[in-house]
């Protein structure tokens, strides 16, 4: 398999000074882990973009694991405009590590690579949680994220899921099953289980 | 140089303030007019013009007695407040006869004119410049100057012709309370004069030391002082350019003109800006604002300026602009802070970031989590405005918490126990292992909608399809619900 030949840690920790995209059931898990690893070690702040119509509310008490609610802030946009708006200037500014923008509707080229100079100028990393098949052409990775069903583990904290690389603009394609470690706070690969 | 002080008194004050603003009403100013103020369960008459007290009127009188006597009565309640802000404003207009400029009760000023009354070419031409004034004003003002601060007020309370002696005016000129004044006519001494008589030590043996204090204030053996009321700091800088402008850099350049003046200002005060706005007067008497809000109380010009640069670009010019003006309209205490190698790192550019995205999407909208104790899932946190509040608390759950919470989504199934297979959001889901359940109760003593269907048993249910959600049932109005979602 080449899942396993290609490092995941080479990947994960996304590449800073570029937008990536996510998407799938697990998006959200993606996001936080990604969140709490560049701004928990260095106290530094990630910024959540939203349209505010959307009745979904992340619930802090459930990713405080993963990430300090203290180093999240919510901008609440009215329009998909001033989603895009606000998320490249907050790149643009350097001041926060990580821009989450939740994205409801395809994005141009145009804007695409316009938030890809801002996450250059600003020296931070984007991270645009869409809708599945609304990817970007200027997003340097795309990733599927979806939870599995833990058939071998019967904790009640199962968090298997399969993260799969279905973009990449500098490598190849791969897939990986991870789970949440609550201990070290990380996600951890888990070996693919045995063909017999 | 001796001490000069003039009180003026305004004996119509309210029934003047509510007719200058009726301007349209002035013509027929000589139709009797009352504020009427409701005490003890009544109506009474609190103050009324001179029309009003010739057709026998006086203050106190019932509202429907007054308007027995005259049908034609115009009224409107009292308003002490406004009152109050009315005679303010004439302070501080009193400030252009002399810098000490007190309130004396709640009708009077009292202005300590020592020193400036040359500058109206006497003491005469200022009291009649003051006359004319009221009198264009439409206010009802007595005006009587004097060397000290009892006798002026005597002399507009009491003088029945400008110029009259003291001495001759009642002992109740002299600022006493009833119960002196009373106990003063019972003994016969109606006028000053016969006060002055009297050997000091019996007067005040049987009054009391105020008598003699008040006496000895308006004569002037006792020093009394005016206390001028402050001057609230403003925070509003102008500029008017002799030729328009027109170009974003130069508006910029004139705003960090503004910016510098205003924020020494704000460092005066110890204050820092929490909204600004910048108004441009345009040559056609047009005007655009610009409103900055800030989400930190800041009074650094080099950083408040770029965050101008959005508002700036935006205003059309039209022919130019030849007025700007700067208002900081909501100030907050800044106290200034030492710093050291030991005080944290400001997040000051999260602060600026977070007016730059304020000013788009407003401030209110970039808001941040904070714990709150609950158990209910929807109230265990809060969210507040980030730049109102500060990241404090710790987070802690006992049980597993979804990442995502949604309103509760009803799914078909009957029975305590969650299904093995059921349908929500259009995906057919099969039970590969539930967890729970446990009873969350409603917080009774807070009404809350959502909850009325009684205690809820949540259910963590992982499906084999890989989706993990929070499911729950209601025992006493049998249903299940979707609620969140697990990682």
Redo the contacts between chains.
Sequence with gaps: MIATMIHFESHFPLKNTRTHEVCGASAHVFAFALAGQLCSENGRTALWVREAWHGHQINPVGFSSYLDPKHLLIAQAPSHIDVLASTEQALRSGHVALVIAQITQPIGLTEGRRLQLAAQAGNATGLCILPEGMGNNAAQTRWHCAPVFDESNAAEDSTLQSWKLIKNKSGTLSAWTVKWNAQTRRISVVSPPIQR | MRKRVVSVWFPRLSSDRVLRARAMETANANRPFAVIHHEKNTDRIYCLNQAAEVQGLYRGMGFSDARAYCPDLRSEPANTLADARFLHLLARWGKRYCPWVGLDGTDGLILNTTGSTHLFGGEAQMLDDMRHRFARAGLNGRIAAADTRGAAWALTHYASYPGADITSLPVAALRLDGKADTALQRLGLRRISDLLALPRATITRRFGPNVMLRLDQAMGAQDEMVTPIGETPHYAVRMTLPEPIGLSADVMAGTKRLLEQLCEKLKDQAMGARRLQLTLRRVDQGAHQVELRLAAPMRDAFRILPLFERGIAAVDAGFGIDQLRLEATQVERLSNAQITSATPVR?D??E???T??GN???LE?????L?ADSHI??R??Q?AP?AYSH??GS???LR????????PEPIAAIGSQPPAQFRWRRMSLTT??A?GPERIAPEWWLPDDNWRSGVRDYW?V???????LWLFYTPQNPNWFVQ????
Excluded: C, M, V
């Design positions: 997040l550019g999260l600026d970031l977070i730059r995205l788009r999407i407003g909208n970039i808001q941040r989590y714990p899932p929807e265990s946190f969210i980030a990241a404090t987070w802690s759950h597993p918490r979804p990442l995502r919470l949604f309103k590969g292992r967890t963590k992982d499906t084999t399809q890989g989706r993990r969140g979602e697990f990682p």
